[in-house]
């Protein structure tokens, strides 16, 4: 069978994450055959590092396949079929205020969850949509593949604002720790598992895991979750070695698993469930983007460097993005109609009746040219309806009080923020947060 070639854009060219990616995209085109990638970023300089080093790496893997890297919207957006984006509205820059400025007043200061995340958010809603209209411009027959972050707060604002927009929202945690699932059941990949999942994006549950033949693998994964969270050390296979707050999150599942030992939830409940333990854990001077920078940011950098300076990637430390697969499968499932079974976060439309129509939900969607086709997950019980629908109303507050320029809407989306304490330390950190912000977000009323 002749396969269609297809042309990439990656928007956020500059991201740690883009050698990955295209490493996992040069190791799958048997399956995913490519004619081009190109990459777009908005910070020429930062793009530079991450493109000297991706343009040898794609010359050296398949030459067929045409590089560029570019800053003009036309340019990147013209003859593609997916763009793939990553993009970081802000930077580390302004990762560090999302993290620290919650922290001076006793909040959870995360990059996607509680304050904040909202900050993100609202930074991120204007960039994102800047996206999809190039694309709409320049490619409208192209397919969006949307991680930038708080992808939940980005698929509302999607919805919201470009309704029939070509935009898969989607996010690579549970299938992270669908991976650490299968090694825990003696399994090579998560693709041996079939799943129930439902949510909100960092905001989930896997309600039933069993294996192809469908013997159900809760009892298994349960008695594990239950002992060590879902970090890996004790089976001997731990994937986040040099990353030691990593393995502190998955270990802390141990504790979310207890709220509810029915389900199993996502690492990303901490935050929500335990802000005091989470707060005192933090050292307020070097927070997660310190650690980013210092680890994954300065391995990839300079390994970005070493092969620009040597002019071949011949004994690289990159690695393939294992977990970036799904990418692939998503991007196959769209060029070639393979009806995968996928997560993602869309219009929930009755798949959970007693949620919103129109809440974005993270669930198990049949994926094939036309787009995702949600399945039905069927009512939800009364714990995990009470903490969607809590971290619903924020995101769609938050959502509602960027097109609306709402103050108000704001102020009210972080008092409902389950990491939040009262309404005047809202109004305290919204201010630092707006301050802070002044050159990304729209000016409040
Ligand atoms: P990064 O800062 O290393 O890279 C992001 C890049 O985006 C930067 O080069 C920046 O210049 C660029 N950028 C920012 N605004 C832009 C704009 N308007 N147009 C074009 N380019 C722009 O960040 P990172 O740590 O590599 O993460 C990249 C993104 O991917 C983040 O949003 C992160 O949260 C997200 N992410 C999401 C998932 C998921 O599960 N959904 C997983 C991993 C990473
Ligand atoms: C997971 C989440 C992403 C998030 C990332 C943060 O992969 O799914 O949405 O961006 O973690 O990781 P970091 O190492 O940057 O803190
Ligand atoms: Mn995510």
Redesign the pocket.
């Known amino acids: 069978m002749d396969l269609h070639e297809s042309s990439i854009v990656i928007?956020?060219?500059?991201?740690?994450?883009?050698p990955e990616i295209i490493l996992m995209l040069l190791d799958n085109l048997h399956r995913f055959p490519i004619r081009q990638i190109k990459l777009?970023?908005?910070?020429p300089d930062?793009?530079k590092i991450?493109a000297d080093a991706c343009e040898i790496i794609v010359r050296e893997h398949a030459p067929h396949i045409a590089f560029l890297a570019t800053t003009d919207p036309e340019t990147a957006f013209t003859d593609v079929d997916f763009c793939m984006a990553?993009?970081?509205?802000?930077?580390?820059e302004m990762?560090d205020r999302d993290e620290k400025i919650p922290l001076k007043y006793g909040l959870v200061g995360q990059?996607?969850c509680g304050v904040g995340g909202i900050a993100y958010g609202l930074r991120?809603i204007p960039?994102v949509i800047?996206?999809i209209d190039y694309m709409e411009k320049w490619s409208p027959n192209c397919w969006m593949l949307n991680?930038?972050?708080?992808?939940a707060i980005v698929a509302e604002a999607v919805r919201a604002a470009r309704p029939h927009s070509k935009v898969l929202n989607?996010?690579?945690?549970p299938i992270d720790i669908m991976e650490r699932m299968a090694k825990i059941c003696g399994f090579d990949s998560r693709k041996d598992l079939v799943v129930r999942y439902y949510g909100l994006?960092h905001f989930g549950w896997w309600s039933d895991v069993r294996d192809q033949d469908g013997s159900d693998l809760m009892p298994k994964l349960k008695a594990y979750v239950a002992e060590n969270g879902y970090n890996l050390e004790p089976l001997g296979c731990e994937p986040r070695m040099n990353d030691e707050d990593w393995r502190h999150t998955y270990r802390f599942a141990r504790e979310l698993y207890a709220t509810d030992p029915s389900v199993l939830p996502t690492t990303y409940f901490k935050y929500y469930l335990y802000p005091d333990h989470v707060v005192a854990d933090t050292d307020p001077t070097y927070t997660r983007v310190d650690m980013?920078k210092d680890i994954?940011?300065k391995e990839v950098f300079s390994e970005c460097e070493r092969i620009a300076a040597c002019g071949t990637s011949e004994g690289t430390t990159l690695k393939i993005g294992v977990h970036a697969s799904f990418i692939v499968d998503l991007a196959c499932a769209i060029a070639f109609n393979t009806h995968e079974r996928m997560l993602l976060i869309v219009e929930n439309q009755g798949s959970i009746p007693n949620l919103p129509e129109t809440a974005m939900v993270e669930i198990p969607c049949i994926v094939g040219s036309n787009g995702p086709e949600p399945l039905r997950i069927g009512p939800i019980p009364w714990f995990q309806k009470g903490l969607i629908e809590q971290q619903l109303a924020v995101e769609k507050l938050v959502v509602e009080a960027f097109f609306e320029r709402s103050y108000q809407k704001l102020w009210q989306a972080f008092i409902l923020s389950k990491t939040m304490k009262d309404a005047d330390v809202a109004k305290a950190v919204l201010d630092d947060l707006i301050e802070a912000n002044k050159d990304y977000w729209p000016e409040l009323n």
């Open positions: 928007a956020g060219g500059g991201s740690t994450y883009t777009y970023d908005n910070d930062r793009q991450v990553h993009i970081r509205s802000g930077k580390y990762r990059e996607t991120s960039d800047q996206l991680y930038s972050n708080p992808a989607i996010c690579d945690m994006n980013v994954r940011e």
